[in-house]
T-cell receptor, first 113, second 111 residues
Framework: SQTIHQWPATLVQPVGSPLSLECTVE??????LYWYRQAAGRGLQLLFY??????ISSEVPQNLSASRPQDRQFILSSKKLLLSDSGFYLC????????????FGSGTRLTVV | DAKTTQPPSMDCAEGRAANLPCNHS???????VYWYRQIHSQGPQYIIH???NNETNEMASLIITEDRKSSTLILPHATLRDTAVYYC????????????FGKGTHLIIQP
């Protein structure tokens, strides 16, 4: 069965420090991968998505970047965190040939201090 | 993707059926209706989806009107664990560009 792993679950980082969040998917090939962010009291915002290795689409300009070095690995990064980067970060996957749902990870709660 | 309109919040008594409405009057012929929910501090969870026929699975039933301009998600016997924000999303089936979440309906199950 397919599973999605996301870590760490919580993270506290100082302003100006770098960030790397990793997401991996098991049990499927060539998934579409997504990074979402949910700021406190706000809705889910799509940040990046990827349909293949090295292919990244950005939905909003910001202090973050994404990379997909392997088929089932998606990484969210920042060189210098801002206070406004605090939030709940979620990774998700879908398979283009499947009519149905997206599967989300358990999320990383990032607090920038 | 077509726009959706949902009430911001609803209450339901435990053990009763919870009926969550969604309006999507601009839905296109090839767009599906998806429902997700997000329990506090967790990732969204897929519930059900449909095109034009009513659908049922182990979690819920989805009733889509004949003109497809609105739908209702039914949780037949709500429990306290069903307290969550429920999102109705309309989009084409195989697009790779992600789901767009609105504000959803905050469903509170009362004991």
């Amino acid at each position: 069965s397919q599973t999605i792993h996301q870590w760490p679950a919580t993270l506290v980082q100082p302003v100006g420090s770098p960030l790397s969040l990793e997401c991996t998917v098991e049990g499927t090939s060539n998934p579409n991968l997504y990074w979402y962010r949910q700021a406190a009291g706000r809705g889910l915002q799509l940040l990046f998505y990827s349909v293949g290795i090295g292919q990244i689409s950005s939905e909003v300009p910001q202090n973050l970047s994404a990379s997909r070095p392997q088929d089932r690995q998606f990484i969210l990064s920042s060189k210098k965190l801002l206070l406004s980067d605090s939030g709940f970060y979620l990774c998700a996957w879908s398979v283009g040939s499947r009519v149905g749902g997206y599967t989300f990870g358990s999320g990383t709660r990032l607090t920038v201090v | 993707d077509a726009k959706t309109t949902q009430p911001p919040s609803m209450d339901c008594a435990e053990g009763r059926a919870a009926n969550l409405p969604c309006n999507h009057s601009t839905i296109s012929g090839n767009e599906y209706v998806y429902w997700y929910r997000q329990i506090h501090s967790q990732g969204p969870q897929y519930i059900i989806h449909g095109l034009k026929n009513n659908e049922t699975n182990e979690m819920a039933s989805l009733i889509i009107t004949e003109d497809r301009k609105s739908s209702t998600l039914i949780l037949p016997h709500a429990t306290l664990r069903d307290t969550a924000v429920y999102y109705c999303i309309v989009r084409v089936a195989r697009g790779a560009d992600g789901l767009t979440f609105g504000k959803g309906t905050h469903l509170i199950i009362q004991p």
